[in-house]
T-cell receptor, first 112, second 113 residues
């Protein structure tokens, strides 16, 4: 069974540019989560999809972040325009209902 | 407050020593789950264990063991006879009823040969 796949693994962009991160969950997992770890801080929740619906987006830092999960399969997280403080590692996880989480390898985003 | 504290920022031991990583949590929820994840240098988060709040039995898996004590709100992780491959950052996390994971800051474990 393929795991959770994230790409790109690394992205370096200039402040003000747009970046789109992608997450492919494990097939059949209805729940999809985005987390991020900015430098020196704890991993923080961003949002939770159940199928294509946003169940909880209370962790999204501001309206520069837009997450989608069209068709309830893969998800994208777009940052537009990127700021320096957005640098960090963005993790995606998926799970079946009521079970544990499987995380992807993360996308390391650097905004310069 | 809903919080996870991993007070040990970094631990360094010599191979074959036993090492315990501490995790203390706070939550208002009566039903919750606790997790440990390992993050090796390659960066991915590797699931180690999940424990629900009603199961206080200790768990052993090979060289790894976990001690869950609700009375002290702790979920400590012990590696017996540590190996260099155990070097990683270890995270403790608390799952709330709203499915969010609250993470500790992580403990960097260095195992020296």
């Amino acid at each position: 069974e393929a795991g959770v796949t994230q790409f790109p693994s690394h992205s370096v962009i200039e402040k003000g540019q747009t970046v789109t991160l992608r997450c492919d969950p494990i097939s059949g997992h209805d729940n999809l989560y985005w987390y991020r770890r900015v430098m020196g801080k704890e991993i923080k929740f961003l949002l939770h999809f159940v199928k294509e619906s946003k169940q909880d987006e209370s962790g999204m830092p501001n309206n520069r972040f837009l997450a989608e999960r069209t068709g309830g399969t893969y998800s994208t997280l777009k940052v537009q325009p990127a700021e320096l403080e957005d640098s960090g590692v963005y993790f995606c996880a998926s799970s079946p209902l009521g079970a544990g989480y499987t995380f992807g390898s993360g996308t390391r985003l650097t905004v310069v | 407050a809903q919080k996870v504290t991993q007070a040990q920022t970094e631990i360094s031991v010599v191979e074959k020593e036993d090492v315990t990583l501490d995790c203390v949590y706070e939550t208002r929820d009566t039903t919750y789950y606790l997790f440990w994840y390992k993050q090796p240098p390659s960066g991915e988060l590797v699931f180690l264990i999940r424990r629900n709040s009603f199961d206080e039995q200790n768990e052993i898996s090979g060289r790894y063991s976990w001690n869950f004590q609700k009375s002290t709100s702790s979920f400590n992780f012990t590696i017996t006879a540590s190996q260099v491959v155990d070097s990683a950052v270890y995270f403790c996390a608390l799952k709330l009823s709203n499915y969010q994971l609250i993470w500790g800051a992580g403990t960097k474990l260095i195992i020296k040969p």
